[in-house]
Structures are given as structure tokens and as C-alpha cells.
Nanobody, 115 residues
Framework: QVQLVESGGGSVQAGGSLRLSCVASRSILSLNVMGWYGQAPGKQRDLVAT???????NYADSVKGRFTISRDIIKNMVYLQMNSLKPEDTAVYYC?????????WGQGTQVTVPS
């Protein structure tokens, strides 16, 4: 079992930045992959960025060059730095962890970029 708690969402003007944080209840090195997913109103939950246990990262094409996923192994935290935000980035962002083929989700944090 692992609990995930996100923070850092909010409302920001287009072109602005936010940093989302996710704290895990156990060592993130015990988790295969951690990532961020976004779910816009009326749409499915889509992958935004992932980071593996080994530190490899992957990004959705729509956020490449604007978003950066990182982690703090000591604090058991994963971050999503979101720059150059666009109205289409508006969504609830969820932290996700994969451990031994079992997935875990946080409660989500809202990011709003008014048009």
C-alpha cells in the first residue's frame, strides 16, 4: 500500500507557472514508476509525465519543453514544474504510483488557467 497526497494546484494566468508536489507514504525508490496525470472536465485521465525508479522521464507531447518532473528521494516527493501554462492545461492533476503492477492514485489537485 502507498498513500499519495498532492498539493500546489491553483489558478494562474496563461504563461504563468505552478509547481505541483506529491508526497508518498513510503520510499519512492520502492515504487516502479511515479507520474502525473491530468483530467480535464468531461475527458479521460491522460498521462502528463512519469519518472521511473531509475530516474528516466517521459512526457506527453503536449507538455514537452514546458513541464518537468523531478523527485526528492529523501523526502519521498515527486514534483511537476509547470511553465508557460496554457488554458488547455486546465485539469485536475493526479499523482500516480506503480508498485508491483498495482497502481495507486492521489486525490488530485485542480489547476486552472483561465482563457
Amino acid at each position: 500500500q502507498v498513500q499519495l497526497v498532492e498539493s500546489g494546484g491553483g489558478s494562474v494566468q496563461a504563461g504563468g507557472s505552478l509547481r505541483l508536489s506529491c508526497v508518498a507514504s513510503r520510499s519512492i525508490l520502492s515504487l516502479n514508476v511515479m507520474g502525473w496525470y491530468g483530467q480535464a472536465p468531461g475527458k479521460q485521465r491522460d498521462l502528463v509525465a512519469t519518472i521511473t525508479r531509475g530516474g528516466s522521464t517521459n512526457y506527453a507531447d503536449s507538455v514537452k519543453g514546458r513541464f518537468t518532473i523531478s523527485r526528492d528521494i529523501i523526502k519521498n516527493m515527486v514534483y511537476l514544474q509547470m511553465n508557460s501554462l496554457k488554458p488547455e492545461d486546465t485539469a485536475v492533476y493526479y499523482c500516480h504510483a506503480l508498485s508491483d503492477s498495482r497502481g495507486y492514485w492521489g486525490q488530485g489537485t485542480q489547476v486552472t488557467v483561465p482563457s
